[in-house]
């Protein structure tokens, strides 16, 4: 079954410094998808961006850029310059093909102080 | 439009009653997926509907059921509540079933067993 672990629970920066959160993930699937998202206070889980496996070019989007990395099962998230709008839980996700369904990491809460 | 809505947004109940949540998705998305996110498990995935079936479960007892309705939207129904079943019930739409398809989540239903 797939698995996703974000080691990190906690975060804590100061404004405008570059932060980067970890994903590490698990499957036997050769075809997969891999998502982050963002849950703000409000409780809404917000779509931020998808991968799939056989795509591992970078992606920047503003101030967001993600780095896949199949030889280490790697999918982490840097915020540059973060923002205190950016104190969120940010879950890193995982769909199998084989399965469909969509499994979470446990989380990282970063908190951004101005 | 219109973003997935949730309703009710908080819900108190006692132990062996029972409760229904109810989930009106994006227009034109097809695909409605249950979570249960509690702060001990995280995000855990409950079941999905596409086209009023059931097309995937996750690992929860028997107490625990959905349906779906032609117009796509979506209940959760939990009998017997059990204390440990307090926590926040998110849905979440996408346009078609399928593995690469984001999901797009409501703010949740909170519910507390006493």
């Known amino acids: 079954a797939q698995k996703v672990t974000q080691a990190q629970t906690e975060i804590s920066v100061v404004e405008k410094e570059d932060v980067t959160l970890d994903c590490v993930y698990e499957?036997?699937?050769?075809?997969?998808?891999l998502f982050w998202y963002k849950q703000p206070p409000s409780g809404e889980l917000v779509f931020l961006i998808r991968?799939?496996?056989?795509?591992?070019q970078n992606e920047i989007s503003g101030r967001y850029s993600w780095n896949f990395q199949k030889s280490t099962s790697s999918f982490n998230f840097t915020i540059t310059a973060s923002q205190v709008v950016d104190s969120a839980v940010y879950f890193c996700a995982l769909s199998e093909v084989s399965n469909n369904d969509m499994r979470f990491g446990a989380g990282t809460r970063l908190t951004v102080k101005p | 439009k219109a973003g997935v809505t949730q309703t009710p947004r908080y819900l108190i109940k006692t132990r062996g009653q029972q409760v229904t949540l109810s989930c009106s998705p994006i227009?034109?998305?097809?695909?409605v997926s249950w979570y249960q996110q509690t702060p001990g498990q995280g995000l855990q995935f409950l079941f999905e509907?596409?086209?009023?079936?059931?097309?995937n479960k996750g690992n929860f007892p028997g107490r625990f059921s959905g349906r779906q309705f032609s117009n796509s939207r979506s209940e959760m129904n939990v009998s017997t509540l059990e204390l440990g079943d307090s926590a926040l019930y998110l849905c979440a739409s996408s346009f078609r079933f399928g593995s690469d398809s984001p999901l797009h989540f409501g703010n949740g239903t909170r519910l507390t067993v006493t």
């Open positions: 499957t036997r699937d050769t075809t997969y998808y």
């Open positions: 227009s034109g998305h097809r695909s």
């Open positions: 991968r799939n496996s056989f795509d591992e």
């Open positions: 509907y596409f086209s009023e079936t059931q097309r």
